[in-house]
């Protein structure tokens, strides 16, 4: 890597950036909705989490979680949706997220997460999908108690890694991911994977691709 952009750290969203809600989906189709749900229930709970952190007020993503389905799906009775629910521990890597890490790691680049959901759940899935290795280290939004993508969870990030902003990217497939870390001065890298065109009233990434695989080698291409 060139000294104009050498990176010492790359922080990874979890959900939808490493890992699928395919069996959420699943679950949710198994209790009788249609498959246009996911996206509402899903979109849902992100927007009450970012009214909370507008409001200086916080609930962690199970509380979100649970309040976004049964307005969602008021049908579904408690046990239906902790069946759901349950099922993002379960959730499974993209293809693109081993051999993204394996470049990193290659380069001596250190690896960690950044979610707003917990960090006990992150873990495991990195454990149960054989990536634990890589990853130094597991951070969640509870830490801080306001979620992304506030700016105080990408310096609670940088703090935890003591390093600049500079030395340290942010990858993940939401461009209000991106905005954020943007925002509190992280190198950015975005995967059109899951929402295919980057919205333009965000700040736009430092570095694009069509998937983790070509986010990485962007961040690691020289800059002069």
């Not at 939004?141 to 942010?170: C, F, T």
Request: charged residues 20%; negative net charge; hydrophobic residues 45%.
């Amino acid at each position: 890597m060139s000294d104009a952009r050498r990176l010492d750290a790359v922080v990874f969203d979890v959900v939808e950036t490493l890992f699928g809600l395919d069996v959420v989906d699943d679950a949710l189709t198994g209790v009788g909705l249609a498959r246009s749900t996911l996206e509402v229930f899903f979109t849902r709970m992100l927007r009450d989490g970012f009214a909370l952190g507008c409001t200086g007020a916080y609930r962690p993503f199970a509380d979100l979680a649970d309040a976004s389905l049964t307005v969602v799906a008021p049908t579904l009775d408690e046990a239906q949706r902790r069946t759901v629910l349950s099922e993002f521990g379960e959730l499974t890597a993209h293809t693109d997220v081993r051999p993204a890490f394996e470049r990193l790691r290659s380069e001596g680049v250190r690896i960690a997460t950044l979610t707003n959901g917990s960090a006990t759940n992150t873990a495991h899935l990195l454990q149960r999908s054989g990536l634990a290795e890589f990853v130094e280290l597991v951070m969640s939004v509870d830490e801080i108690q306001v979620w992304k993508p506030h700016p105080a969870p990408y310096r609670h990030a940088l703090s935890q890694l003591n390093l600049a902003g500079g030395r340290v990217a942010m990858v993940a497939v939401h461009a209000w991911d991106i905005h954020g870390a943007h925002a509190a001065g992280l190198v950015t890298g975005w995967a059109s994977r899951q929402e295919g065109v980057y919205a333009t009233v965000f700040d736009p990434p430092d570095v694009q691709g069509a998937d983790l695989v070509e986010v990485v080698e962007g961040l690691m291409a020289p800059t002069s």
